[in-house]
């Protein structure tokens, strides 16, 4: 079956502080593994769209990595306003089409 | 940029209601999903349409219908609401490849 893992489920960070969001899969043949942004009360914001192991994207203090098992999301010198919970999710090609399977999210605090 | 408009922000109905829900994107996308989003559960596949008139079922379609008459409008229909559905719906769209995916920004509707 087809899975998502997120951890942590929640992370509280120091202002500047480094750190790294985890978001390990098993799917029987991956299309895509995306990263989004959810602000309480909003739909996900996209982030990221990763489709091979090795590749890497970057928005300002976020980065975004792939391996074959896992992904994760890096945030440098995070700021409060990187808040908000991180939604990972998955399409694979045995799947319906574009239907997305996600993880069940890491809730970041950032303090300042 | 993509725009995926959900009608309502917050609803409240009372149970036994038949209860619309409605979605428009505006980039002519083939794709369209809906999702129910609950603490501890996460996002939830509940339909999708990958054509107008086509309609298939997700995860947890039991108490749901679709209708999807147009390419650019997918409706969400809760025969007879219960409290149970309670919960954050959420719209989103692709274009026929699973690319481009975006959500819209929520309805979050209670029932009573």
């Known amino acids: 079956e087809d899975q998502v893992t997120q951890s942590p489920e929640a992370l509280r960070l120091q202002e500047g502080e480094s750190s790294s969001l985890n978001c390990s899969y098993t799917?029987?043949?991956?299309?895509?593994l995306f990263w989004y942004r959810q602000d309480p009360g909003k739909g996900p914001e996209f982030l990221f769209t990763?489709?091979?192991a090795g590749e890497e994207k970057e928005k300002e203090r976020l980065k975004a990595t792939l391996t074959k098992k896992e992904s994760f999301l890096h945030i440098t010198a995070p700021k409060p306003e990187d808040s908000a919970t991180y939604l990972c999710?998955?399409?694979?090609?045995?799947?319906?089409?574009?239907?997305?399977?996600f993880g069940k999210g890491t809730k970041l605090s950032v303090k300042p | 940029d993509v725009k995926v408009t959900q009608s309502s922000r917050y609803l409240v109905k009372r149970t036994g209601e038949k209860v619309f829900l409605e979605c428009v994107q505006d980039?002519?996308?083939?794709?369209m999903f809906w999702y129910r989003q609950d603490p501890g559960l996460g996002l939830r596949l509940i339909y999708f349409?990958?054509?107008?008139?086509?309609?298939e079922k997700g995860d947890i379609p039991e108490g749901y219908s679709v209708s999807r008459e147009k390419k650019e409008r997918f409706s969400l229909i809760l025969e007879s609401a219960s409290t149970n559905q309670t919960s954050m719906y959420l719209c989103?769209?692709?274009?026929?490849?699973?690319?481009?995916?975006?959500f819209g920004s929520g309805t979050r509707l209670t029932v009573v």
């Open positions: 999710a998955v399409v694979n090609y045995g799947g319906s089409q574009g239907n997305l399977i």
């Open positions: 989103a769209s692709t274009n026929y490849r699973g690319e481009g995916y975006t």
């Open positions: 980039m002519d996308h083939e794709n």
């Open positions: 990763l489709y091979s």
């Open positions: 799917v029987s043949g991956l299309r895509g």
């Open positions: 349409s990958y054509d107008v008139k086509m309609k």
